[in-house]
């Protein structure tokens, strides 16, 4: 049997303190001079459009991981990655699918997933379009949008970057895709999250779905009438035997889907507000936990805007022209 492979790609705001600023663009070179081998393709960075602009130029920043037959490697590297983002970032690093104070479709950030290596491709999309809207719960985490709580992801439902699935697999702007660039099956669904554990569990569910001898009814008409309901509710009843299922091929409790990463940082931000959320994310990206602490000083300077554009936009310029002709 062919092993599988996997990749993650994580994307995060950089707030400061409660707005991405073009200084992004400082960190991340500072991040790819100090490993410019690994750092000019496995980091990218992304920006506004249209309407949303009127919040600004500067989007999320994506940091991704090498390919791993094992998950626990994998999430390994995720946090080495984590650890040296943070190393060169002050600012606070928001690993969540929208910002709470915008209503920005443009404006989000998520984690994919890259799996190859299954031996049967229409198996392994039909078993992962069946389990998708369940899985989603493990990592769901963007709930509050306009300042108004929205339920469990704000850019599951709204997002431009993501969508119902489509008969043309290679469409980029769908829920699950098959990447044209790299020929895997790319889960696009999944929000970022600060809890690793929760990382590691989704890709072991991944594995084990993959990896089942049994076809499932993954129909993707069911799936696009699922997925605005779950991001709006969560665990709903119709998702009951989908977990059973599950249960039988790896050993998931049920209280890792009816209480969300969403609900958690929605408590937070309700009690004690936006910056508060944002000061526990990034305490907890850092590898401590979800509880909010004092905000540190920060200031933006133009001139590290500029450092940022000349060291790290100009000098990834071709990689990133090449990459978006790629997979178009």
Known sequence: MTALHFGLEEEVFITEPDKPTLQSLYYLARLLWHDPGYYYTHTACNFNRGKDLRWGLMSGIEISTGIFADPAELVADLRHRRQELAAVCPGLIVPVGHLFDQVTPTNICGMHIHVSGFPDRERAYRNLV?????????????????????????????????????????????????????????????????????????????????????????????????????????????????????????????????????????AIWGEEGTLAAYTALDNAYRGGCLEPRPLRPMAVHWPLMLAGFCGYYLPRMPYSIKKVLSEW
């Open 130 to 266: 069946y389990f998708l809207p369940l899985l989603a719960l493990l990592v769901i985490n963007s709930p509050v949008a306009g300042s108004q709580r929205y339920g469990q992801s704000y850019r599951w439902a709204e997002a431009f970057a993501i969508g119902p699935l489509r008969a043309d697999r290679l469409y980029r702007f769908q829920d699950l895709i098959e990447s044209k660039r790299l020929g895997t099956l790319e889960i696009r669904v999944f929000d970022p999250v600060w809890d690793l554990e929760r990382v590691h569990l989704l890709l072991a569910c991944i594995q084990a779905i993959l990896e089942a001898d049994t076809d499932y009814p993954g129909d993707v008409a069911t799936y696009n009438r699922l997925r605005r309901q779950v991001a709006r509710e969560g665990y709903i009843r119709e998702l009951q035997p989908v977990w059973r299922e599950l249960a039988r091929l790896l050993p998931v409790p049920e209280e890792y889907f009816l209480h969300t990463p969403a609900e958690a940082l929605a």
